[in-house]
């Protein structure tokens, strides 16, 4: 599948803390929710398309991309997804498609919770986790050195911003996988700004709510049908993350792109999206 281009223009404003670029479109409205590091830009093979039919609210997460990091300790999961409620709310978004990568699969799936059990709003039409954190696992190595707090923070200061995020790269990728000046570039120029690397710490050191398996027990409440897209090789969020959220999730369908890493949007962005276009057609 080759993205066709899109003639929408985006706007750009602030939201409460969060920076969102708002490409005009159909309904469903798409929003889109990025991992830990990482900003608006990692959906950028796959917006041409996922805009041709549908409003697409690319949004950077608190504290990521171009948007505020306050220092007001409020980093945790919930506290992202009461954001990201805040702005549909704003916005007056009713009924829309929640797509979250890694971090943001995980929030989009709280965001997918909230809005089916509270009556003041309406359910999402549908999920999409893309390597989504969901469950207790292993903390990848990159976010363990982030949870280390004021020597992360210092670190990142010093290291050269590409080299950091190739390195990462090289980590969360399948082996062997290629990364172009682009792709590096767009992932390492948020971390010049000493706020974003303030709130990578936070979010890292409060990346884990202490009740996880209160909120996990409510996964087989959610009706809200859901695409689950998983690279094989993922080193970040394993795949048995993916195979046990299909089990439990009553209205999931897992899609496993083999050969393929944590990122499928950056390492096979034509086949993931092709996988994600039709689970949009379905819903339609």
């Not at 506290?79 to 916005?91: I, K, N, Q, T």
């Not at 929030?107 to 709003?121: F, G, K």
């Not at 986790?129 to 010093?158: C, D, E």
Request: include cysteine.
């Amino acid at each position: 599948m080759t993205p066709a281009g899109s003639t929408a223009h985006p706007s750009e404003a602030f939201h409460g803390s969060l920076f969102v670029r708002d490409h005009p479109g159909g309904d469903p409205t798409l929003v889109l929710l990025h991992g830990f590091g990482a900003n608006g830009f990692t959906w950028r093979n796959w917006l041409p398309t996922l805009n041709r039919d549908h409003r697409v609210l690319n949004v950077d997460l608190k504290g990521f991309g171009r948007s505020h990091a306050p220092r007001d300790g409020r980093y945790r999961p919930y506290d992202h997804v009461e954001e990201v409620v805040g702005l549909l709310r704003e916005l007056n978004i009713r009924r829309p498609v929640l797509m979250g990568h890694s971090m943001g699969g995980g929030i989009a799936i709280l965001t997918a919770l909230r809005l089916q059990e509270d009556p003041e709003l309406e359910p999402a039409r549908g999920l999409v986790m893309v390597s989504g954190a969901a469950y207790r696992q292993k903390i990848p190595k990159f976010i363990g050195m982030a949870r280390t707090g004021g020597v992360a923070r210092a670190a990142m200061s010093v290291l050269p911003r590409k080299e950091f995020v190739n390195m990462v790269l090289r980590e969360v990728q399948a082996p062997g996988a290629q990364r172009s000046p682009e792709q590096i570039a767009g992932y390492a120029e948020p971390f010049g700004r000493p706020e974003v690397r303030y709130a990578t710490v936070e979010t890292a050191l409060n990346l884990i709510p202490e009740d996880l398996e209160a909120f996990t027990g409510r996964y087989p409440t959610l009706e809200t049908p859901t695409q689950l897209l998983w690279g094989e090789v993922d080193r970040v969020v394993p795949l048995w993350v993916g195979r046990r959220l299909a089990e439990e999730l009553p209205n999931a369908t897992l899609t496993v792109l083999f050969g393929c890493g944590h990122i499928p949007q950056d390492e096979l962005p034509e086949e993931s999206l092709e996988v994600v276009m039709e689970f949009l057609d379905d819903l339609a």
